[in-house]
């Protein structure tokens, strides 16, 4: 569950952002692991697709952080 959309993230809270960003890092961190140690992925795109998923998610905690602060 590496990939989510746009849409899906805006619908989270800002709590369940955090704790999925928490979630792929650590995956991302294991799937780093595997690869540099010289084992074979199931998924060789899986980096790629957890590295763009975790920009996804704080591109839009940082764009709602601020909208938030210039709405009054």
């Given amino acids: 569950m590496a990939s989510l ?7 989270m809270t ?4 955090q704790s999925e960003l928490d979630k792929l890092s ?6 780093r692991a595997v690869q540099f140690s010289g084992g074979s992925s199931d998924n060789p795109g899986l980096v790629r697709q957890l590295r763009r998923t975790i920009a996804r998610i704080k591109t839009i905690q940082k764009q709602q952080e601020t909208s938030e602060e210039g709405s009054p």
């Fill in 5 to 11: 959309r746009p849409s899906e993230i805006r619908d």
């Fill in 14 to 17: 800002s709590e369940e952002r």
């Fill in 26 to 31: 650590t995956e991302l961190l294991n799937a």
